[in-house]
């Protein structure tokens, strides 16, 4: 393991700078600016002790890509029949992990990070501490943390990952935080190494009082141990959030946006400041006005009293002091910032609903083109999870075959089919007109179907309902006979 050699640092060469990055953008999404832009000389020696208003778009930008990625459940597809045991194989697979709330949290975090793992794992979910009757060993899809992976490319190809190192440090027990182990999983094709390293702090975090660096002092080789998986692949796959033809790391949506972020807060924050300053103006009086003392000084203090004296009776009128600050070009700033913030980042003003959306009376063909580029960069986030996905799925597949008996499964292994939905809610309206266009007017739904999908019913609901609806149609077009026989009498 070429990553972790004695007397060297932990993060390894090369990965520590990506790391750092996770841990600063995680702040920024969870709105903690201050901690970031002031360890960051963002912030000048006054700013930090004036009033700090941080405006949290950076959550902003990382949820809305995760809602129109995600917010919709994906569907998932194998074998040639709805009713397939391929398909069966899938669905309980996805179901059995959640994966539907795994992958929306996976978008959120690849937003402001840039990357993001799956593992999947042979195991109980308890860890053994139920008995197999109660917790049987399964196929498990699971959320990697991103800062303890460590991927290793071949030699010459940047882009192609081989190796992934999950390796987390843990404080030794009754210690504090002097002595420490690093524990390693090595994922190979076909392979699980384990290994264990004795280390020591070297750095702390700027941000917090944390260890976020450690020196390697030893292994300790009888932790060393190998387990065979059976599969082909590593274990772990990596999605990144976008990325270059050059280097397997994925680019975040935050860190290219910084400086924006930082100005944003700062302009807000003077506006703040000079609005609380003419909620509590000075006041000037004319001279006299005030009491004096035995030296005919007037008696006041202006920074306790706000009060000053000004020349004189004949000159001045009473009046409070107040200070333009330019609010005008302040707001103007803010907006021109605020616009050019969401046009970098790919974000129309009718995603967030804002009051110049112009979505009144629009037609959902209207607003998909007006979130033309919203779209395009959820359908570029989507290309990477397409791919990433059916890997996941597929080596869940192998590990499950290799670790079950081959008559204790029913079905082949396939690379399922993901159908992603676009985010936008549909108008039903227009899609009827559409329906209505291409079918020449001929229904396309049954209305049992229409029943179900209208009231939220069950089939069985459904039916009952339609019967009701039927014997009042009977029954309006029922006409008693002696209303043709009153002519006679």
């Known amino acids: ?142 959320a990697q943390k991103a800062e303890y992976v460590f991927p ?4 010459g190809d940047t882009t192609t990952i081989f190796a992934y190192h999950i390796a987390y440090p843990s404080v030794v027990e009754g210690t504090g935080d002097m002595e420490w182990v690093l524990n390693v999983e ?5 392979k699980i190494e384990y290994s264990k390293y004795l280390i020591s702090p070297f750095k702390h975090s700027s941000y917090e009082n944390e260890v976020i660096e450690w020196k390697i002092q030893e292994e300790i080789y009888s932790a060393r141990r190998t387990v065979s998986t059976g ?26 946006n ?28 004319p ?27 004949g000159e001045i009128m009473p009046q409070y002091i107040t200070w333009n600050g330019h609010l005008e070009a302040a707001f103007k700033e803010l907006e021109v910032l605020v616009d050019h913030l969401l046009t970098v980042s790919e974000l129309p003003p009718v995603a967030l609903g804002k009051a110049d959306s112009g979505t009144s009376g629009s037609s959902g063909l209207s607003i998909r083109w007006r979130m033309n580029s919203l779209l395009a960069k959820i359908n570029r986030k989507r290309q990477y999870y397409n791919k990433g996905l059916k890997r996941v799925l597929l080596i869940a597949q192998l590990l499950e075959h290799a670790k079950l008996e081959k008559s204790k499964l029913n079905y082949e292994i396939t690379v399922p089919r993901i159908q992603f939905k676009d985010g936008l809610p549909d108008d039903d309206m227009e899609q009827a ?39 009042e149609e009977r029954e309006d077009s029922f006409v008693d006979a002696s209303v043709f026989n009153r002519g006679d009498e």
Request: zero cysteines; glycine letters at 6%; a negative charge.
């Open 231 to 256: 599969v082909n692949h590593p274990l772990v796959v990596h999605i990144p959030n976008f990325a270059t033809d050059d280097e397997w790391e994925g680019i975040d949506d935050l860190s290219e």
């Open 152 to 155: 290793e490319s071949l030699p």
């Open 1 to 142: 393991m070429s990553l972790f050699k004695i007397g060297e640092y932990f993060p390894p060469y090369g990965h520590s700078e990506r790391v750092d990055r996770y841990r600063k953008n995680k702040r920024l999404f969870k709105g903690d600016h201050y901690a970031i832009f002031n360890r960051t000389n963002l912030l000048d020696d006054y700013q930090q002790h004036a009033v700090f208003i941080a405006s949290n778009l950076p959550g902003t930008i990382a949820k809305k890509s995760a809602d129109f990625l995600f917010g919709e459940t994906p569907v998932f597809s194998a074998g040639n029949a709805d009713d397939s045991n391929e398909q069966k194989a899938i669905e309980r697979l996805v179901e059995d992990n959640d994966l539907n709330i795994t992958n929306y949290e996976s978008a959120l975090s690849n937003a402001y990070r840039g990357d993001s793992f799956y593992k999947i794992r042979w195991g109980q979910k308890y860890g053994g501490l139920l008995p197999e009757a109660n917790d049987p060993f399964r196929v498990f899809i699971d």
């Open 433 to 471: 007109t559409i329906a209505q266009i291409r079918t020449g007017g001929k229904p396309i739904q049954s209305q049992l179907t229409a029943i179900q999908e209208t009231l939220g019913l069950s089939a069985k609901q459904a039916q009952v309902e339609l019967e009701r609806i039927r014997q």
């Open 287 to 313: 001279a006299g006005t005030l009491g004096e003392d035995a030296q005919g000084n007037p008696i006041f203090q202006a920074s306790r009293d706000k009060i000053f004296e000004v020349m004189d009776k």
């Open 186 to 190: 090595s994922h190979y094709p076909g």
């Open 258 to 285: 910084e400086s924006l972020f930082a100005e944003i807060d700062n302009r807000l924050s003077k506006i703040a400041e000079i609005l609380d300053k003419h909620s509590d103006p000075a006041m000037a009086v």
